[in-house]
C-alpha cells in the first residue's frame, strides 16, 4: 500500500473521539473529509508515518464522523495498531480520498445472514444503521457474532436495542467461545464459536437458499468454514478478510 502515496494525495483528519472498550479493542471517530462519500459496508484506508491499512467503517454515510472499532495486535506482530493505539483526540492520521470495497448491502436479497467475529461487525453496523435511517423495509437480517469473551462484543447493546426495537426484521444472536473462563461466569446466552451455531440458526430462522445472502467478516478461519458448511447448502456467500492466516 506504501509505494502509491506519491500518486495519491492524502488528507489529513483529526481524531475527534476515542472510546475503550476493553485493553485491546477501541472505536476511533475520525473527522469525515469535505466529499469524502462511501457506500455501508466500505471501508477506509489510514495512516500514521506513511504505513497504511484497511477499516472498515462502521458509521452510516448520514453520520458526520468515521467511526472505526479496532483490535490492536501488539507490536512485533502488529505494525499500524500499536500506532494507532497511542494516539488520542487532537491527533491526526491521514485517510486516503475514496472509500473501497464491495462488501456493501445487497438489497436484493430478502434476508441477510451477517456472521461476524469480534471487529468483523463492523460493516453489519453500518448497514443496519444506514437501513433504518432510509426508513427501508422488506429485508431481513439475522446477525451471530462470535467473541472469546463477552466484553469484546462492545456493539451488542445497539443491537440488543436494535433487534428489540424492530423484532420483526433484526435477530441478534451472540455467542462465546469460552464458557468457563472467569470473565464470562455470568454468561446465559449461545455458546461455542459463532461458525458452530450456523447450521442451528439457519434452521431456527428458517431461511433457505433461495432468498439468503451470507456474509462473512473477519476470522479468516471462520470464514473458511461457514463457507464448507453452507456453501454446500447452495448458499450465497461474500466475505471480507481481515487478515490470512498463516
Ligand atoms: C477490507 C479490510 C477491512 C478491515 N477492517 C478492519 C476493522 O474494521 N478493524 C480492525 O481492527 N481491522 C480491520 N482490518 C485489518 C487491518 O487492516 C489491519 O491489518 C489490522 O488492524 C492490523 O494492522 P497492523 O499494521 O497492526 O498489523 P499487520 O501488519 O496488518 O498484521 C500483522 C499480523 O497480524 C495479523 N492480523 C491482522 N489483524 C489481525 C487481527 N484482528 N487479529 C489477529 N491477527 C491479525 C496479520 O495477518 C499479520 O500476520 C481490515 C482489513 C481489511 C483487508
Known amino acids: 500500500m506504501n509505494n502509491n502515496n506519491r500518486k495519491i494525495k492524502l488528507d489529513k483528519v483529526s481524531i475527534v473521539d476515542r472510546k475503550d472498550h476493553t485493553s ?142 424492530y423484532s420483526d426484521f433484526i435477530k441478534f444472536i451472540p455467542t462465546i467461545s469460552r464458557p468457563n473462563e472467569p470473565e464470562n461466569i455470568k454468561w446465559s446466552g449461545e455458546i461455542g464459536r459463532v461458525n458452530q451455531i450456523v447450521e442451528k440458526y439457519v434452521n431456527l430462522f428458517d431461511i433457505s437458499s433461495d432468498d439468503t445472502l451470507v456474509s462473512a467478516c473477519g476470522h479468516p478461519g471462520m470464514i473458511e468454514n461457514v463457507k464448507e458448511i453452507l456453501g454446500d447448502k447452495g448458499f450465497s456467500i461474500e466475505e471480507e478478510r481481515y487478515w490470512k492466516e498463516d
Open 24 to 165: 485491546d479493542l477501541w472505536s476511533l471517530f475520525l473527522e469525515k473529509p469535505n466529499n469524502f462519500t462511501f457506500k455501508p459496508g466500505q471501508y477506509c484506508t489510514i495512516g500514521v508515518d506513511g504505513i497504511e491499512r484497511a477499516y472498515s467503517i462502521v458509521s452510516a454515510p448520514h453520520e458526520d464522523k468515521i467511526e472505526l472499532f479496532i483490535e490492536l495486535v501488539p507490536f512485533p506482530d502488529g505494525i499500524l495498531t500499536p500506532k494507532l493505539y497511542d494516539l488520542n483526540v487532537g491527533d491526526q492520521v491521514t485517510i486516503r480520498p475514496r472509500a473501497k470495497g464491495l462488501f456493501t448491502f445487497k438489497e436484493e436479497f430478502t434476508n441477510h445472514l451477517l456472521i461476524a467475529t469480534v471487529t468483523g461487525i463492523v460493516p453489519y453496523i453500518s448497514y443496519i444503521r444506514d437501513y433504518i435511517y432510509r426508513s427501508c423495509l422488506g429485508n431481513k437480517f439475522f446477525i451471530l457474532l462470535g467473541a472469546s469473551y463477552i466484553d469484546e462484543f462492545v456493539y451488542d447493546s445497539e443491537l440488543i436495542d436494535l433487534s428489540t426495537s
